[in-house]
């Protein structure tokens, strides 16, 4: 079965600084994807980027951006300029090409200060 | 589009009481998913339809659950006999499958079983 790891629980970054977010998952198939969607305080949650698994190039939306290690099963977060509308759970999630359903991990909490 | 939508909000129950949640998907997304969302953990898959067909179901997903989509549009998520361990989260997702693999979340339903 696919699982998801998010070894940091928490993270903290200072306003307009760099921030990077670890996910590594485990699976046996070679199509997939990848996701981060973030989950504000009391909001729902919402996509952030996503990863073809069969895709090399790094997906990129503005000031976030992921580095994609498909042989060390690593997909990491980075945001850059972090703004204080950027604290939330962020969750990194796995989906079989099937789409069947979505394994996520425990989240990290990132919290921003000015 | 006014994105997926959950009724109700908030849901508290004595135990032993049944409840049921309501799902209305984007209105041309033809997934339709349950997840279930504890306290600092990330959501776990309960189950999906395709259309009116439910295509697959979690092992959490006990006898006490049962989810239906009669018409393909809007679903229900349905806990008999609550117990205090089936306080959580419920969020709902949709997709279109075969188009884009993307699942849009729904506010959610919060369930306190006292």
């Known amino acids: 079965a696919q699982t998801v790891t998010q070894s940091q629980p928490e993270m903290s970054v200072q306003e307009a600084e760099t921030v990077t977010l670890s996910c590594t998952y485990d699976?046996?198939?070679?199509?997939?994807?990848l996701f981060w969607y973030k989950q504000p305080p009391s909001r729902q949650m919402i996509l952030v980027i996503r990863q073809e698994a069969y895709k090399q190039q790094n997906a990129t939306e503005n000031r976030f951006s992921v580095n994609f290690q498909k042989a060390a099963k690593s997909f990491s977060l980075k945001i850059s300029d972090s703004q204080l509308g950027d604290a939330a759970m962020y969750f990194c999630a796995y989906s079989s090409y099937n789409n069947n359903d979505m394994r996520f991990g425990a989240g990290t909490r990132l919290t921003v200060k000015p | 589009d006014t994105g997926v939508s959950q009724d109700p909000r908030h849901k508290i129950t004595k135990r032993g009481q049944n409840v049921t949640f309501r799902c209305d998907p984007i209105?041309?997304?033809?997934?339709l998913y349950w997840y279930r969302q504890t306290l600092g953990q990330g959501p776990e898959f309960l189950t999906y339809f395709q259309n009116e067909a439910q295509l697959e179901k979690s092992r959490l997903l006990s006898d006490r659950f049962s989810a239906e989509r009669p018409k393909g549009s809007f679903s229900t998520l349905e806990i008999q006999r609550t117990e205090q361990g089936d306080s959580a989260m419920y969020l709902c997702a949709s997709s279109l499958a075969y188009v884009s693999y993307e699942q849009y979340f729904g506010p959610g339903t919060r369930l306190t079983v006292t």
């Open positions: 209105s041309e997304h033809n997934r």
């Open positions: 699976t046996s198939e070679s199509d997939y994807y």
